[in-house]
């Protein structure tokens, strides 16, 4: 493996790293950047109970966004 394949990687690696994770807390989803694990970035009105039961445990094993478009869409069509 030559040097160029590991860089061009990495860049691809970085470039589909999901920016956000969703996760539950007291049985409500709440956002955290990638990064920052330890800080919520936003806190949804979202209940758990009323997500369908695939998309819990997606939660439940923090479920990744790729961007902000795609989270507010996610936000959007769970939203009551």
């Known amino acids: 493996v ?3 394949n590991v860089v061009l ?6 470039e589909t790293e999901a920016e956000f994770v969703l996760r ?3 049985e409500y989803v709440v956002v955290y950047r990638t990064g920052n694990l330890h800080e919520s970035y936003m806190t ?3 209940e758990m109970k009323e997500l ?3 998309t819990q445990k997606e939660i ?3 479920k990744e966004i790729a961007d902000e478009e795609a989270l507010y869409f996610f ?5 009551s």
């Open 75 to 79: 936000l959007e069509s769970h939203s």
């Open 52 to 54: 369908p039961e695939e």
């Open 24 to 26: 539950m807390v007291d």
């Open 60 to 62: 439940i094993n923090g």
């Open 9 to 14: 990687e990495h860049v691809l690696q970085k």
């Open 44 to 46: 949804t009105g979202i």
């Open 2 to 4: 030559d040097e160029k």
